[in-house]
């Protein structure tokens, strides 16, 4: 079974940074599939659509894809930790929103829809001021 827990959520002022991390479990206990798999990040504000931010595969593919954060928001992975990160720079305030990392099994070729993932942590959450 996937578990993941998400960390380092905060308060921070406009122009600050944050660093997100995922740590997963569970993910590469099926043989079915071999070893792979493909983890997401996605936010959502109060009001709003969940919006799907970034994906990484353990192949090494890291893309970031929201056109909000493009730019200032770096995702990565650390395969020997099963760890996946998002380093969050430049923060403005509609950033503000509880923050999920999401994760399967498998490689996805092209941005994961939230559909497709089979795991999410629990958020944590953002606060960005002004």
């Known amino acids: 079974q996937v578990q993941l827990v998400e960390s380092g959520g905060g308060s921070v002022q406009a122009g600050g940074s944050l660093r997100l991390s995922c740590a997963a479990s569970g993910l590469t206990s099926s043989t079915y599939t071999m070893g792979t798999y493909t983890m997401g990040w996605f936010r959502q504000s109060p009001g709003k659509a969940r919006e799907g931010i970034a994906y990484?595969?353990?192949?090494?593919?890291?893309?970031v894809y929201a056109d909000s954060v493009k730019g200032r928001f770096t995702v990565s992975q650390d395969n020997a930790k099963m760890t996946l990160y998002l380093q969050m720079n430049r923060l403005k305030p509609e950033d503000t929103a509880v923050y999920y990392c999401?994760?399967?099994?498998?490689?996805?070729?092209?941005?994961?829809?939230?559909?497709?993932?089979?795991?999410w942590g629990p958020g944590t959450q953002v606060t960005v001021s002004s």
């Open positions: 990484t595969r353990n192949d090494g593919t890291a893309v």
């Open positions: 999401a994760a399967r099994g498998g490689w996805h070729f092209g941005v994961p829809p939230a559909s497709w993932y089979a795991a």
